[in-house]
């Protein structure tokens, strides 16, 4: 394993997830205000009625798929009885729609953004560059399938980057495994790092703040006057007598 | 033992609004005279007959606003409970567009002056504030002040629809009145129940419903929640704001900036007491119709030692049950009993309450001849307008004409009683016992109805003094909110980053101040004017616009006045 091997494959990802980690720490403490989606609906319905819920429910079927092929380990399947060949057609085909779905979401979304008038002005240079890379990774996934296992013979990552990939959460990173893999799959997981890297600084935050205590919790919130903290701490002898 | 809870109440007396919109304007200059809120008015004031703002906002067949009873008889949310809401969140089907509010928009005043020498005058052309361009203005939203409807909007008005047919054809013998609305600060608020994040809340100490800021993301969903339509969406911020009941003001004493301002001095703030035990119950009764009783039924007795001891025990402070005893709001809605909630079925329990006109009814007798304040004639009218009283009872009860009328028929005694008075004549008890009522508390009536001061009419209890550091900054936080502000355009776009304490910004001017030779250049102020730190001499960045510095305007001479262009500042003053 040479010296760039070494850092796209060991240095890089450490970097990008304490980025990732550190950053939305820094932006939760420093800019909660500026934590939310920046909903564009005011401005434009249709669109974003079709290519909204068509790109996010892709890409949590996406999500989903990444944990699975990536986390759980071919050991485990195997030991549950699920052959190599129903694993990949599964994957191939639940991967490949979820795919094609996602970019088709995204590519309504980004048409929308750059021809409804508001939505357009209302694009920060952020987000422009959010979008390049958010596109470019889902599109070199997508093709990295494509190519790999649709037309062509079929390449079962789990033997190279799925361990690379659990290497990494376990501190022993084999980045000797990655630089097998073919270029899409190494293209992919590069522009996954910046993502991650890039994540807490746009808008993307909103998604590690997905409501999901809403399932659970009283419909009807009280809180006190109390709770609201000023900028200031009490001074002394100003603290609240009960 | 009752769970014991404090609501600020604001009562309107409908009969004295002129539709002079003081309250909005003063509302939207104090909060939301802002980007991104160009179209927001947490006050209006909507012309009735008339589609409201925004358009057919009653509609809860089409915007699925509020609560409403399942097949087992219990509350849910119309637009859909838990899972739904979030299985909708990636674009709510519900969600007004700008156009169903309007498209704000402001005039190209700058061409009236570069316009270059021409046969015409040259005009100041409306420009979009959303999209930037040239724009045709076709909707505001006071669009349709004071047409009560007319025959183009009028069928659009969904309260207009739901009763009988007959009005549209007797709809030319029009009336008309004017319905001022903020936020209602219900009991059982759908806004907060659609907040996915829980950033919306209901204050335990008096009940104001506020969205916190820093915990809203931007699901929308509060917007379709709400069925008065009165919790907005900054488009610029990506954030939901709504009425505040001015809580740095009330939590000081004095009354909101809508009431402080009203010309007519319509509006009553007062504390009510609730159990807050009994309002699910209430929310629930299975007929529309008995909404407005059970909505009264929740509040409680101020004077009653067994309500006092509860909220003792549950810490409301002695001065706070005091203020609900003197409430103007919890007597027009129990001891004079004309006041009414605004759109009982919409289950929310809303607490801002509205005391109906009269005056339709008694210019539909003033156009037919009779005398208007004659109580017999009063009476009889009451009973046989059917279409005031009926459209009056779509707004305020559900439907039912009952009480209504029975709110009419007490204003309309209260007209002739003080007729009477006024002209010396012998007093008529029969007016008064016709009603329920004693000629003296009639005329308790009038004092707090047409004459009453103003520690009459807004009865607010403080915030309580230990709280005070609590207090501090908070009030001011967004005064950072202008455009170019350091508030705003942070590096992820609108308003992100923390703003600088006003503490802190005030502590430097005052140094600055103190310890340079010259004038207090605020211009230094980080971009912002501060006309707390102003000094009146110098001109401060940003309060006085800018023009260039053609060759016309260069003539070399001093002006005496602040000057307004880019030259090196304060040079004169310096010199001088």
């Given at each position: 394993?040479?010296?760039?091997?070494?850092?796209?494959?060991?240095v890089?990802?450490?970097?990008?997830?304490?980025?990732?980690?550190?950053?939305?720490?820094w932006?939760?403490?420093?800019?909660?205000?500026?934590?939310t989606?920046r909903s564009?609906?005011?401005?434009?319905?249709?669109?974003?009625?079709?290519?909204?819920?068509?790109?996010?429910?892709?890409?949590?079927l996406?999500?989903?798929?990444?944990v699975?092929?990536?986390?759980?380990?071919k050991?485990?399947t195997?030991?549950?009885?699920?052959s190599?060949?129903?694993y990949h057609?599964?994957?191939?085909v639940?991967?490949?729609?979820?795919g094609?779905?996602?970019?088709?979401?995204?590519?309504?979304l980004?048409y929308?953004?750059?021809?409804?008038?508001?939505?357009?002005?209302a694009t920060t240079?952020?987000?422009?560059l959010?979008?390049?890379?958010?596109?470019?990774?889902?599109?070199?996934?997508?093709?990295?399938?494509?190519v790999?296992?649709?037309?062509?013979?079929?390449?079962?990552?789990?033997t190279?980057?799925?361990?690379?990939?659990?290497?990494?959460?376990?501190?022993?990173?084999?980045?000797?495994?990655?630089?097998?893999?073919?270029?899409?799959?190494?293209?992919?997981?590069l522009?996954?790092?910046?993502?991650?890297?890039?994540w807490?600084?746009?808008?993307?935050?909103?998604a590690l703040?997905?409501p999901?205590?809403?399932?659970?919790?009283p419909?009807?919130?009280?809180?006190?006057?109390?709770?609201?903290?000023?900028?200031?701490?009490p001074?002394?002898?100003w603290?609240?007598?009960? | 033992?009752?769970?014991?809870?404090?609501?600020?109440?604001?009562?309107?007396?409908?009969?004295?609004c002129?539709g002079?919109?003081?309250?909005?304007?003063?509302c939207?200059?104090?909060?939301?005279?802002?980007?991104?809120?160009?179209?927001?008015?947490?006050?209006n004031?909507?012309?009735?007959?008339?589609?409201?703002?925004?358009r057919?906002?009653?509609?809860?067949?089409k915007?699925?606003?509020?609560?409403e009873?399942?097949?087992r008889?219990?509350?849910?949310?119309?637009?859909?409970?838990?899972?739904?809401?979030?299985?909708?969140i990636?674009a709510n089907?519900?969600?007004?567009?700008i156009?169903?509010?309007?498209e704000?928009?402001?005039?190209?005043?700058?061409?009236?002056?570069?316009a270059?020498?021409?046969?015409?005058?040259?005009?100041?052309?409306?420009?979009?504030?959303?999209t930037?361009?040239?724009?045709?203005?076709?909707?505001?939203?006071?669009?349709?002040?004071?047409?009560?409807g007319?025959?183009?909007?009028?069928?659009?008005?969904?309260?207009?629809?739901?009763?009988?047919?007959?009005?549209k054809?007797?709809f030319?013998?029009?009336?008309?009145?004017?319905?001022?609305?903020i936020?209602?600060h219900?009991?059982?608020?759908?806004?907060?129940?659609s907040?996915?994040s829980?950033?919306?809340?209901?204050?335990?100490e008096?009940?104001?419903?506020?969205v916190?800021?820093?915990r809203?993301?931007?699901?929308r969903?509060?917007?379709?929640?709400c069925?008065?339509?009165?919790?907005?969406?900054?488009h610029?911020t990506?954030?939901?704001?709504?009425c505040?009941?001015?809580y740095p003001?009330?939590?000081?004493?004095?009354?909101?900036?809508?009431?402080?301002t009203c010309?007519?001095r319509?509006r009553?703030?007062?504390?009510?007491?609730?159990?807050?035990?009994?309002?699910?119950?209430?929310?629930?009764?299975?007929?529309?119709?008995?909404?407005y009783?059970?909505?009264?039924?929740?509040?409680?007795d101020?004077?009653?030692?067994?309500?006092i001891?509860?909220?003792?025990?549950?810490?409301?402070p002695?001065?706070w049950?005091?203020?609900?005893?003197?409430?103007?709001?919890?007597?027009?809605?129990?001891?004079?009993?004309?006041a009414?909630?605004?759109?009982?079925?919409?289950r929310?329990?809303?607490?801002?309450?509205?005391?109906?006109p009269?005056?339709?009814?008694v210019?539909?007798?003033a156009?037919?001849?009779?005398?208007?304040?004659?109580?017999?004639?009063?009476?009889?009218?009451?009973d046989?307008?059917?279409i005031p009283?009926?459209y009056?009872?779509?707004?305020f009860?559900?439907?039912?004409p009952?009480?209504?009328?029975?709110?009419?028929?007490?204003?309309?005694?209260m007209?002739?009683?003080?007729?009477?008075d006024?002209?010396?004549q012998?007093p008529d008890?029969?007016?008064?016992e016709s009603?329920g009522?004693?000629?003296?508390?009639?005329?308790?009536?009038?004092?707090?109805?047409a004459?009453a001061?103003y520690?009459?009419?807004?009865?607010?209890?403080?915030a309580?003094?230990?709280?005070?550091?609590?207090?501090?900054?908070?009030a001011?936080?967004c005064s950072?909110?202008?455009?170019?502000?350091?508030?705003m355009?942070?590096?992820?776009?609108?308003?992100?980053?923390?703003?600088?304490?006003?503490?802190?910004?005030?502590?430097?001017?005052l140094?600055?101040?103190?310890?340079t030779?010259?004038l207090?250049?605020?211009?230094?102020?980080?971009?912002r004017?501060?006309l707390?730190?102003?000094d009146?001499?110098?001109?401060?960045?940003?309060?006085?616009p800018?023009?260039?510095?053609g060759p016309?305007?260069d003539?070399g001479?001093?002006?005496?006045?602040?000057?307004?262009?880019d030259g090196?500042?304060?040079?004169?003053?310096?010199?001088?």
């Amino acid at each position: 394993m040479n010296a760039l091997d070494t850092a796209l494959w060991v240095v890089a990802p450490y970097v990008a997830l304490t980025v990732f980690a550190l950053g939305h720490v820094w932006r939760y403490r420093y800019d909660r205000f500026g934590w939310t989606t920046r909903s564009s609906q005011m401005y434009e319905s249709r669109l974003l009625r079709a290519g909204s819920p068509l790109f996010h429910f892709g890409l949590l079927l996406v999500i989903l798929g990444h944990v699975g092929g990536l986390v759980v380990p071919k050991g485990w399947t195997e030991a549950a009885g699920v052959s190599e060949t129903a694993y990949h057609v599964t994957a191939v085909v639940l991967g490949t729609l979820a795919g094609v779905a996602t970019v088709g979401g995204l590519a309504i979304l980004v048409y929308r953004r750059r021809t409804v008038g508001p939505v357009f002005t209302a694009t920060t240079r952020n987000d422009k560059l959010m979008y390049a890379v958010l596109a470019l990774t889902l599109a070199l996934g997508l093709a990295a399938t494509v190519v790999a296992n649709v037309l062509g013979g079929g390449y079962d990552y789990r033997t190279t980057i799925s361990p690379w990939f659990r290497s990494i959460f376990f501190f022993r990173p084999e980045g000797e495994l990655m630089a097998g893999a073919p270029p899409l799959f190494r293209l992919h997981a590069l522009s996954a790092l910046v993502l991650f890297a890039i994540w807490p600084f746009t808008r993307l935050v909103h998604a590690l703040t997905a409501p999901v205590g809403y399932l659970t919790r009283p419909y009807i919130v009280y809180r006190s006057r109390d709770d609201r903290r000023g900028l200031a701490e009490p001074r002394r002898g100003w603290e609240p007598t009960r | 033992m009752t769970r014991v809870m404090a609501q600020l109440a604001m009562v309107m007396n409908l009969d004295k609004c002129i539709g002079c919109h003081t309250c909005s304007v003063t509302c939207k200059q104090a909060w939301t005279n802002r980007a991104g809120v160009e179209y927001v008015w947490f006050n209006n004031v909507e012309t009735r007959p008339g589609q409201g703002y925004p358009r057919t906002y009653q509609d809860q067949e089409k915007w699925r606003g509020g609560w409403e009873l399942n097949r087992r008889g219990r509350l849910r949310l119309r637009a859909g409970g838990r899972l739904r809401k979030l299985l909708s969140i990636f674009a709510n089907p519900l969600m007004p567009s700008i156009q169903d509010y309007y498209e704000p928009w402001t005039y190209d005043y700058d061409r009236l002056f570069s316009a270059p020498a021409q046969e015409d005058t040259p005009v100041a052309r409306p420009r979009s504030l959303i999209t930037g361009e040239d724009t045709k203005i076709t909707w505001s939203a006071n669009w349709d002040d004071d047409l009560a409807g007319g025959p183009e909007l009028a069928p659009a008005d969904p309260v207009l629809r739901k009763i009988s047919e007959e009005v549209k054809l007797d709809f030319e013998r029009a009336f008309m009145f004017y319905l001022p609305r903020i936020c209602e600060h219900c009991l059982n608020p759908s806004c907060v129940a659609s907040c996915p994040s829980g950033a919306m809340y209901k204050r335990s100490e008096d009940g104001i419903v506020l969205v916190d800021q820093d915990r809203c993301r931007g699901w929308r969903m509060c917007v379709t929640g709400c069925p008065y339509k009165k919790v907005y969406f900054n488009h610029r911020t990506g954030k939901a704001e709504k009425c505040t009941f001015c809580y740095p003001r009330v939590e000081v004493g004095i009354p909101t900036v809508c009431s402080e301002t009203c010309v007519g001095r319509l509006r009553y703030i007062g504390l009510l007491l609730y159990d807050a035990d009994r309002v699910a119950e209430a929310a629930a009764v299975p007929d529309e119709k008995d909404l407005y009783e059970a909505q009264r039924s929740v509040l409680l007795d101020p004077h009653d030692p067994e309500v006092i001891a509860a909220a003792g025990a549950q810490g409301i402070p002695e001065d706070w049950l005091e203020a609900a005893r003197r409430s103007p709001v919890h007597k027009l809605i129990f001891k004079y009993g004309v006041a009414l909630p605004l759109h009982p079925e919409y289950r929310t329990m809303p607490m801002v309450w509205y005391i109906p006109p009269l005056s339709p009814v008694v210019d539909a007798l003033a156009g037919t001849g009779h005398d208007g304040e004659d109580a017999g004639n009063l009476f009889g009218a009451i009973d046989a307008l059917r279409i005031p009283i009926g459209y009056l009872a779509g707004l305020f009860t559900a439907g039912d004409p009952e009480p209504v009328r029975a709110v009419l028929r007490r204003l309309a005694a209260m007209r002739s009683h003080m007729r009477r008075d006024n002209l010396g004549q012998e007093p008529d008890p029969s007016i008064a016992e016709s009603v329920g009522m004693t000629g003296e508390r009639i005329e308790e009536m009038y004092r707090l109805l047409a004459i009453a001061a103003y520690d009459e009419r807004y009865v607010i209890p403080r915030a309580h003094a230990e709280q005070g550091a609590r207090l501090e900054e908070t009030a001011t936080g967004c005064s950072l909110d202008v455009e170019g502000g350091p508030g705003m355009g942070g590096p992820f776009g609108e308003a992100s980053g923390r703003p600088a304490p006003v503490s802190v910004e005030t502590f430097h001017a005052l140094k600055e101040r103190q310890t340079t030779e010259g004038l207090a250049e605020a211009d230094r102020l980080r971009g912002r004017v501060n006309l707390l730190n102003w000094d009146g001499k110098g001109v401060p960045e940003g309060l006085f616009p800018r023009h260039d510095a053609g060759p016309g305007h260069d003539d070399g001479s001093h002006h005496d006045g602040p000057r307004h262009d880019d030259g090196p500042r304060h040079d004169h003053e310096r010199k001088s």
